[in-house]
T-cell receptor, first 114, second 111 residues
Framework: DTGVSQNPRHKITKRGQNVTFRCDPI?????LYWYRQTLGQGPEFLTY????????KSRLLSDRFSAERPKGSFSTLEIQRTEQGDSAMYLC????????????FGPGTRLLVL | QKEVEQNSGPLSVPEGAIASLNCTYS??????FFWYRQYSGKSPELIMS????GDKEDGRFTAQLNKASQYVSLLIRDSQPSDSATYLC???????????FGTGTRLKVLA
């Protein structure tokens, strides 16, 4: 068990470009979460999956954001037409899928939009 | 009112002292409570979880939950400089598994 992994770890892009991030959860974890964290703030929930089903999405997830988990394993988060306000750390977490459970976080992808 | 509130700090304590971190939450239906530690530029790592009223101890850490007063706290005994980090309180509310985080409290342990 190697923990949650995320790629890339850092991404610099120009405003208007599309970016895609990948998250590989801990094996056998059926829930996968995406959060966004800006400087001085706690992580904010974006969306989560149970297996391949996307069960909840935050209002923060505008129509420029889309997330998938096609086979219930890894997940991707795509941001289209990036804006400077999208600059943040994007965190992925996974959990076993029990009622009282702990989420384990990956190292995050730091996005800078110029 | 924010759903989960923490004093942003910094909270400064001398090495060897007890650090006390507090968190209040607004949803009375909240069910699970977590403390994470986050070093600058890194991702959150779990310290403790607590689900029922009372105290829960793990090594130098004690989590305290009082659902009637809607607060959860974390005590760090014998604080070390390596404990200097931001401590995040996270809560799950009824009907969802997502975490609601506070803004975090920055702790500085002075050698």
């Amino acid at each position: 068990d190697t923990g949650v992994s995320q790629n890339p770890r850092h991404k610099i892009t120009k405003r208007g470009q599309n970016v895609t991030f990948r998250c590989d959860p801990i094996s056998e974890h059926n829930r996968l979460y995406w959060y966004r964290q800006t400087l001085g703030q706690g992580p904010e929930f974006l969306t989560y999956f149970q297996n391949e089903a996307q069960l909840e999405k935050s209002r923060l997830l505008s129509d420029r954001f889309s997330a998938e988990r096609p086979k219930g394993s890894f997940s991707t988060l795509e941001i289209q037409r990036t804006e400077q306000g999208d600059s943040a750390m994007y965190l992925c977490a996974s959990s076993l899928g029990q009622i009282q459970e702990t989420q384990y976080f990956g190292p995050g992808t730091r996005l800078l939009v110029l | 009112q924010k759903e989960v509130e923490q004093n942003s700090g910094p909270l400064s304590v001398p090495e060897g002292a007890i650090a006390s971190l507090n968190c209040t939450y607004s949803d009375r239906g909240s069910q699970s409570f977590f403390w994470y530690r986050q070093y600058s530029g890194k991702s959150p790592e779990l310290i403790m979880s607590i689900y029922s009223n009372g105290d829960k101890e793990d090594g130098r850490f004690t989590a305290q939950l009082n659902k009637a007063s809607q607060y959860v706290s974390l005590l760090i005994r014998d604080s070390q400089p390596s404990d200097s980090a931001t401590y995040l309180c996270a809560v799950t509310t009824s009907g969802t598994y997502k975490y609601i985080f506070g803004t975090g409290t920055r702790l500085k342990v002075l050698a």
